[in-house]
């Protein structure tokens, strides 16, 4: 079992910044990749950031450069660190990632979901 601890949500004007943490934890496992999803109310969840464990990156078009993930190896941690928020990013934002086990399967968990509110 993988846990994900979320952190950094909150409320922030429009063109603000927030920086989102998510922890992996748990026995025995390497990480494939991380990344962040999002969802609005009334919409359905998207895919926003993304990191491999190569370091190949993927982020979502609405981003357009406003987001940077980045991960801490040695902590198990990605980050994502967005700037020039609007209120259309208003949304939860999930963590969620896939992680092998010694015996070769993977596994893919996601975490509680940690809200963000842009508006004035």
């Known amino acids: 079992q993988v846990q994900l601890v979320e952190s950094g949500g909150g409320l922030v004007h429009p063109g603000g910044s927030l920086r989102l943490s998510c922890a992996a934890s748990?026995?025995?496992?390497?990480?494939?990749?991380m990344g962040w999803s999002r969802q609005a109310p009334g919409k359905e969840r998207e895919l926003v950031a993304r990191?491999?464990?190569?370091?190949?990156?993927y982020y979502a078009d609405f981003v357009q450069g406003r987001f940077t993930i980045s991960k801490d190896n040695a902590k198990n941690t990605v980050y994502l660190q967005m700037n020039t928020l609007q209120p259309e990013d208003t949304a939860v934002y999930y963590c969620?990632?896939?992680?092998?086990?010694?015996?070769?399967?993977?596994?893919?968990?996601w975490g509680q979901g940690t809200q963000v509110t842009v508006s004035l």
């Open positions: 969620n990632g896939v992680f092998s086990r010694p015996s070769g399967s993977r596994d893919e968990y």
């Open positions: 748990g026995d025995s496992f390497s990480i494939a990749y």
């Open positions: 990191i491999f464990s190569s370091g190949s990156l």
